[in-house]
DNA sequence: TCGACTTATCGGATAATCCGATGAATATCA
DNA sequence: TGATATTCATCGGATTATCCGATAAGTCGA
């Protein structure tokens, strides 16, 4: 007959409580179990544990000495044991991220990538959805967290600021713009603008007539994606506006980027997920894998 | 279906041993039970923890993680154990006990003597203190029991009678009581009578009140200390009245001893300790050899 | 004095564990 | 290359352990 587990945690419960019943109720077994496994515990040791009245129970000499002692060895096992599920979780977990598409093409494949080398068992589900649908998707639970620029404060959905970056200008090589180092907003007005619809566009309207006291965004034409308007600004149909964690997509159709100035305008992106709600260990893994990266690509303009 | 710690054991035998066949071995055990622990445990961990071939067997990553961790909580426990063990078997341990100044230097360093050359390793710590603070330091748990004369009865404090034994008169060599085998109380009033202070002496003044109807303690002197008493005997400045339980000290001091007659009156002696409570296994041990030595011993009056 | 509460015990039902035999896979040797 | 030895996994039946619900005994408070 050998000393168990389930006999120590046991001793704990009812140390604890005071009381054989209310220790048998946490552990969810009957009183009478309860009183078996601590008979058994204290014939095995050869040793009184508990001082029994029919109204209360209190420790011996004894059980007051080893209980600390085996408190902390059970909180160790249990810590074992947390971990031992936290790398399963880890190691075979789902992630699903929502992120604007913008982002879903540009930034995220090269941070899934890197993260799947090093975690192959993990799988990553992106989904790419228009921004002001990102926290909605995270605030149901569809996804485990999110990305995207400034929402409104909102109390169910707790906002970490992942990258700021300024607005940049581009066009084709070639352009009269080329030979800048930095492009002024007002520099603009010489050329056709193509501008994304929506928010996005309209609140950078708000910060350049704040900025400026006067003129406008005044787009020659709006269109829904960037690579829409990446696509037009490479047939010489004008010039668009695009910040740079989008580089990739910008070098893809062989385009050239300048930092706006006169003001300098940015924009800040923040990881979206549920206040008080822990992540899984495989969506939190990758949660730190993504900031990783952001810290190391930094402004997002230095590479193939 | 929990870990247990047969199947957390059957891991390091495994895992120290690299063969299912000599850890089931070490266990005494079969392999095909052991195999079973092995299955059960990777299957409530939800992990591999071996890599198997049929000939060999190696630590799988998680495996080798968590071995060094399960290695120290099952020797952590094994220490608790073993200490348990130790105390139980009386191989280290504490005993408190507190006596009258009385009882403490004569009857309690024999019986503590006797009991320390059985076992060796446990410590017995004698408090000597007045007969009044006995109950009340047995009460708080300052000490595991105590001893001394009949005490107002308490729920909170069990009494178990130890000896009883009749009152003494103490005179030196050569004295006009020697040639007596018993001394009356109505003999004392001849000589010069010398006893203790408190309310072990008023009660005995009310005891032989009932009985005599007449008559009555008449004390030359009264000194705190039984030790006090018994030089001034010896100083020939009178007779003093004792419990032979201290027959030591008499014969240390060179006196002698005669039962009192007429009538005779008897005290009772008693170990105390908390109602309810149990006592620690050497405690226990300390207080059965206690019991035994009175047993034995009986009158105090036959030997060296 | 009765009702409420607590721990201990009992008998029967159920679950867990073990053994010995066997199977599958691999390595070694003649 | 085939025979033999070794190892872990699985199986079915026997045995042991565990649990539940009912009940008993003791204590306390209104």
């Known amino acids: 007959m050998n000393i168990t587990l389930r006999q120590l945690r046991a ?15 946490s552990l969810f077994i009957t009183q009478s179990a309860l009183s078996g496994l601590i008979k058994e515990l204290e014939q095995s040791l050869g040793v009184r544990l508990f001082d029994r009245s029919t109204r209360r129970i209190q420790l011996s000499d004894i059980g007051r000495g080893i209980y600390p002692l085996i408190d902390k060895i059970l909180a160790d096992l249990d810590g074992v044991l947390d971990e031992v599920a936290n790398l399963k979780a880890l190691k075979k977990g789902v992630v699903r991220v929502a992120a604007p598409q913008l982002m879903a093409c540009t930034l995220l494949p090269e941070v899934i990538a890197a993260y799947r ?23 149901s639970g569809e996804v485990d967290f999110g990305l995207g620029p400034e929402r409104d404060p909102n109390s169910d959905i707790d ?26 907003w007002a520099d603009l007005v010489d050329h056709p603008l193509i501008t994304l619809q929506g928010q996005f ?19 020659a034409t709006t269109v829904t994606f ?9 047939a010489g149909l004008g010039v668009t506006i695009c910040i740079p964690y989008a580089a990739s997509l910008v070098r893809l159709y062989r385009l050239d980027m300048r930092p706006l100035v006169e003001p300098v305008v940015t924009r800040r992106f923040y990881v979206f997920s549920r206040n008080g709600r822990s992540l899984s260990p495989a969506a939190q893994s990758f949660r730190e894998a993504l900031f990783g990266y952001v810290a190391r690509e930094g402004a997002f303009t230095g590479h193939p």
Chains 1, 2 share one sequence.
């Open 117 to 139: 080398a090093e975690h192959p068992q993990v799988d990553i589900r992106l989904i790419d959805c228009a921004v002001e649908s990102v926290t909605s998707r995270v605030f």
């Open 226 to 234: 960037m690579s829409t308007a990446l696509s037009m600004v490479a």
């Open 11 to 25: 001793f704990i419960a009812v140390a604890r409580s005071g009381s054989f019943t209310l220790a048998a109720e």
């Open 159 to 184: 906002a970490t600021p992942l990258f700021e970056l300024p607005f940049h200008a581009v066009f084709p090589p070639g352009h009269a713009l080329t030979a800048r180092e930095t492009v002024r």
């Open 201 to 219: 566009t309209e609140r950078l309207s708000v910060d350049l007539h704040t900025a400026m006291r006067e003129g406008d965004l005044d787009p």
